[in-house]
C-alpha cells in the first residue's frame, strides 16, 4: 500500500513538473508580453500547486502538511498580484508607445 501512495506522489509530482515545462515553453512561444505573462502565471501556478499536492501526499504528517498549506497559500496571494502588477506595466508601457508613436507623425 505505501507503494501505491508513493508512487501515486511521485505521479502527480511528474504531472506538476511536466506542467510547468508546458508554462515555460508558453512563456517562450507566446507572442505579446500579455500573452507570455499570462502563460507564465497561471499555468505556473497550477503546475506548483499540483506540485505540492504530490509532495504532501509523499509526505502525510503534520509538520510538512501545514508548511505546504502555507506555501499554496503564499503562492495563490502573491502570483494574481504579480501577474496585475505586470500586466499593468506591459499596458502602460504600450500606451506610453501610442503616444511617443502619435506624436512623432504628427
Do not use: N, Y
Not at 49 to 73: F, H, K, N
Not at 83 to 89: D, G, I, Y
Request: glycine share 10%; proline share 3%.
Amino acid at each position: 500500500c505505501r507503494e501505491a501512495v508513493t508512487l501515486l506522489g511521485w505521479s502527480v509530482i511528474s504531472l506538476g513538473a511536466a506542467l510547468l515545462a508546458v508554462a515555460a515553453l508558453g512563456v517562450l512561444r507566446l507572442p505579446g508580453a500579455l500573452a507570455r505573462q499570462h502563460a507564465a502565471t497561471k499555468a505556473a501556478t497550477f503546475a506548483l500547486g499540483t506540485m505540492v499536492v504530490g509532495v504532501g501526499i509523499l509526505q502525510p504528517s503534520a509538520a510538512w502538511l501545514w508548511r505546504l498549506g502555507l506555501l499554496a497559500g503564499v503562492l495563490l496571494v502573491t502570483v494574481p498580484i504579480a501577474s496585475h502588477a505586470l500586466a499593468r506595466a506591459a499596458a502602460r508601457a504600450d500606451e506610453s508607445a501610442q503616444r511617443a508613436d502619435s506624436r512623432g507623425r504628427a
